[in-house]
C-alpha cells in the first residue's frame, strides 16, 4: 500500500466503510500488521494503554479462520488488554477475562440468560414494549425506523431486564453510551461508570431486602459450586450488559431493516414466507456486524495463517472482514437471504461467545413480525435519502425513514 492511499485505521470513526480497506489487505494476507502511519491517534493511545508506554506491534485479522484460530485460543490470544480500557469503566468483567476464571464467572452469570429467563423476558418485556412502540407508528404512514424503534426498544428491554425505574431511562441510556466512549471522552466514561454503579448499588440493596426474579435479583442468588458473585462483580457485569445489550441489538437490527428495504423482493419474500425469517436474522448479522472488530494481546511469540506474530503484539480480531471472507461467502458483500447458511462471527467464537446472543435474537424475530404484522406496505420513503450504514467499529444506519399504509380508525 502507497503512502498516498494509506487510510488510518480508526475504530471510533462514526463514519466511513472499513470493508475496501479489509478487502485490500486481506488479498495480501490474513493478517495486516498496522504501519504507524496507518494507525489513527486513538489506535496508538490504546496501544500504549495496553501494553504501558511504547506502541507495540498491531495486527488486524482479517479471514474466517484467522479470526476463528485466534478466538478458540485464549492461552496465546489473551482478552486481558480490556482490563487496560474498557476494564477502566466496567470494572473486572468476563470481557477481560481468561480461562480458568472466566469459565467460572460465566457460568455464575449464564443462571442469569436460562431458557426460563428468556421466555419469561420475551412476554413480559420484548413483545410489549416492541408492541407499544410499533402501535405508536401504525397510524401515522410513515416514520425513522432509527429513532423512534430500534433505538429506544432494546434500552427500555435490558431497563426491565435490570428493574430500572422508568423516570431512570433516559440517563440510563446516555451513562451507556458514555460509558464506551470513553477512547473519545475519558473524563466523561469514567463519571458515567460511578454513576451506573450509584444505580445499580440502590437496585442491589432493594433485591438483597426483597428478592426478585428480574436480573440483579438472579444475580444476587447465582451460585456455582459454593462461590457466589460479590457486589462488585454484579456491578462490572451490569456495566456491560447495559451498552452491550442495548447498543448492539439497536444496531444490528437497524442493520437488517435497511438491507430488507433496499431489497424490497427480499422484504417481500419474507413478508410472504416467515419461514425465512431465521435466514433473514442471521444473513443481517453476517453482512453488517453491529461491532465489527474486537480485541487480544499475543502472549508469545506465534504463527497464524502463515503471518508471524511477535510475543506482546496487539490482534485486532475483525469479525466483520470475516464475515466477508470471499473464501467462506459466494459474493459476501452481497445481502441475500436466501444463501446457504453457514455460521457468522458477528457474536464472537470460542469461549468469550456472546452470552446474550438468543436474547438478540428472539428480540429481532419479534421486531420483524411486529412490523410485518402492523405495517402493511412497509418500504423506504420515496421523499427521503436512501439509507446509509455508517461507522467504523460500531456500524448501523443513522436513520431509516419508511413509508407504510396507515391504519384507519
Not at 256 to 270: M, R, S
Not at 282 to 310: A, K, N
Amino acid at each position: 500500500m502507497t503512502d498516498s492511499s494509506v487510510s488510518r485505521f480508526d475504530m471510533t470513526s462514526p463514519q466511513g466503510n472499513p470493508y475496501p480497506r479489509y478487502a485490500e489487505w486481506r488479498r495480501e494476507a490474513a493478517l495486516h500488521r498496522l504501519a504507524l502511519e496507518e494507525m489513527s491517534p486513538s489506535m496508538r493511545t490504546q496501544g500504549r494503554m495496553i501494553f504501558g508506554g511504547e506502541i507495540p506491534p498491531i495486527f488486524v485479522a482479517l479471514t474466517h479462520d484467522a479470526v476463528a484460530e485466534i478466538l478458540r485460543d485464549a492461552e496465546r490470544f489473551s482478552s486481558s488488554c480490556y482490563a487496560s480500557t474498557m476494564g477502566l469503566v466496567m470494572g473486572h468483567t468476563i470481557l477481560e477475562m481468561d480461562p480458568p476464571e472466566h469459565g467460572r464467572y460465566r457460568g455464575l452469570l449464564q443462571q442469569a440468560f436460562s431458557r426460563r429467563a428468556l421466555e419469561r423476558w420475551e412476554h413480559e418485556l420484548v413483545r410489549p414494549i416492541i408492541a407499544r412502540h410499533v402501535g405508536a407508528l401504525a397510524a401515522r404512514g410513515r416514520a425513522d425506523l432509527v429513532r423512534e424503534l430500534t433505538l429506544p426498544f432494546p434500552v427500555a428491554v435490558i431497563a426491565g431486564m435490570v428493574g430500572v425505574a422508568e423516570g431512570d431511562l433516559g440517563d440510563f441510556h446516555r451513562w451507556a453510551v458514555e460509558l464506551i466512549g470513553i477512547a473519545g471522552d475519558p473524563g466523561r466514561g469514567m463519571a458515567a461508570s460511578q454513576s451506573l454503579r450509584e444505580l445499580f448499588s440502590r437496585l442491589l440493596a432493594e433485591r438483597r431486602r426483597s428478592p426478585s426474579d428480574d436480573l440483579v435479583g438472579v444475580l444476587a442468588r447465582a451460585e456455582l459450586d459454593g462461590v457466589r458473585l460479590d457486589d462488585e462483580a454484579i456491578y462490572a457485569f451490569l456495566r456491560l450488559l447495559a451498552p452491550a445489550g442495548a447498543e448492539t441489538t439497536y444496531r444490528s437490527s437497524s442493520n437488517l431493516l435497511c438491507g430488507l428495504l433496499t431489497h424490497p423482493e427480499q422484504l417481500e419474500a419474507l413478508r410472504a414466507d416467515r419461514s425465512l425469517m431465521g435466514d433473514a436474522i442471521e444473513e443481517g448479522l453476517r453482512w453488517e456486524s453491529p461491532i465489527t472488530t474486537i480485541q487480544r494481546s499475543c502472549t508469545c511469540d506465534t504463527s497464524v495463517q502463515g503471518v508471524q506474530i511477535p510475543k506482546h503484539s496487539l490482534v485486532i480480531v475483525s469479525l466483520g472482514a470475516a464475515n466477508r471472507d470471499p473464501a467462506r461467502y459466494e459474493r459476501p458483500d452481497a445481502f441475500d437471504i436466501f444463501r446457504p447458511l453457514k455460521a457468522h462471527l458477528s457474536f464472537a467464537f470460542g469461549p468469550h461467545r456472546c452470552l446474550g446472543m438468543h436474547l438478540a435474537r428472539i428480540e429481532t424475530h419479534v421486531l420483524l413480525d411486529a412490523l410485518l404484522d402492523r405495517l402493511p406496505g412497509l418500504r423506504l420513503d420515496p421523499e427521503a435519502n436512501p439509507p446509509e450504514i455508517t461507522g467504523s467499529g460500531f456500524r448501523s444506519p443513522p436513520e431509516l425513514r419508511v413509508a407504510f399504509d396507515a391504519e384507519s380508525h
